[in-house]
C-alpha cells in the first residue's frame, strides 16, 4: 500500500514539473531521448468577493415548556415478603435544590439508609447510615458429611 502511494506522489511530481518524455526511449539506439516541456500557465485573474448585504440575525428559540423553578415531590416503597424485597425512596425538589433519602436492606441483612441534598453552592452531598439486621436470619440444619468414597486400584494388566 505504501509502495502504491509512493508511486502516485512520485508520478504526480513528475507531471507537475512538465517534464514527460514524448517518445519512449530505445535503449539501443544511439540518440539521445527527447523530452517535451509543457505550456506555462496562463496568468488567473484575481477573484474579488462581495461585501455582504445584510448581516444574519438568528433568534433564540424559547422553549415554552420551560419551568426556571422546577419543583416535584416523589417516592416510592416496595415490600415484597416472597422474594424479600424492601427498599424505599423519596425526593423532592425546589428551584435547583433537591434533597432526598432511600434504604434498602443488603445481602448481610442490615438496612442501608442514604439522606442526600444537592444544590449550587455546596454540590451534592450524602451521609450514609446503617441498621444493625431486624430480620431474623434463618438457621441452617446441620447435615452430617458424606463418607468418601472408596477408591479401587486398577486392575493389573494383562497379556493375551
Given at each position: 500500500?505504501v509502495?502504491?502511494?509512493?508511486?502516485?506522489?512520485?508520478?504526480?511530481?513528475v507531471?507537475?514539473?512538465?517534464v514527460?518524455?514524448?517518445?519512449?526511449i530505445?535503449?539501443h539506439a544511439?540518440?539521445?531521448?527527447v523530452?517535451?516541456?509543457?505550456a506555462?500557465?496562463?496568468?488567473v485573474a484575481?477573484?474579488?468577493y462581495a461585501a455582504?448585504?445584510?448581516?444574519?440575525?438568528?433568534?433564540?428559540?424559547v422553549d415554552?415548556d420551560?419551568d426556571?423553578?422546577p419543583q416535584?415531590n416523589y417516592s416510592?416503597?416496595?415490600?415484597?415478603?416472597?422474594t424479600?424485597?424492601?427498599?424505599?425512596?423519596q425526593?423532592?425538589?425546589?428551584?435547583?435544590?433537591?434533597?432526598?433519602?432511600?434504604?434498602?436492606?443488603?445481602?448481610?441483612?442490615?438496612r442501608?439508609?442514604v439522606?442526600?441534598?444537592?444544590?449550587?453552592?455546596?454540590?451534592?452531598?450524602?451521609?450514609?447510615?446503617?441498621e444493625?439486621?431486624?430480620?431474623?436470619?434463618k438457621?441452617?440444619?446441620h447435615?452430617?458429611?458424606v463418607a468418601?468414597?472408596?477408591h479401587?486400584?486398577p486392575?493389573?494388566?494383562?497379556?493375551h
Amino acid at each position: 500500500m505504501v509502495f502504491k502511494l509512493v508511486s502516485a506522489l512520485a508520478l504526480v511530481a513528475v507531471v507537475s514539473a512538465g517534464v514527460i518524455p514524448s517518445a519512449p526511449i530505445a535503449y539501443h539506439a544511439p540518440v539521445a531521448p527527447v523530452y517535451a516541456h509543457a505550456a506555462p500557465l496562463a496568468p488567473v485573474a484575481p477573484v474579488a468577493y462581495a461585501a455582504p448585504i445584510a448581516k444574519a440575525v438568528v433568534a433564540k428559540a424559547v422553549d415554552a415548556d420551560y419551568d426556571p423553578n422546577p419543583q416535584y415531590n416523589y417516592s416510592y416503597d416496595v415490600q415484597d415478603a416472597i422474594t424479600g424485597d424492601n427498599k424505599q425512596q423519596q425526593e423532592s425538589r425546589n428551584g435547583d435544590a433537591v434533597q432526598g433519602s432511600y434504604s434498602f436492606i443488603e445481602a448481610d441483612g442490615t438496612r442501608r439508609i442514604v439522606e442526600y441534598t444537592a444544590d449550587p453552592v455546596n454540590g451534592f452531598n450524602a451521609v450514609v447510615h446503617k441498621e444493625p439486621a431486624n430480620v431474623a436470619v434463618k438457621a441452617v440444619a446441620h447435615v452430617a458429611p458424606v463418607a468418601p468414597v472408596a477408591h479401587v486400584a486398577p486392575a493389573a494388566l494383562y497379556h493375551h
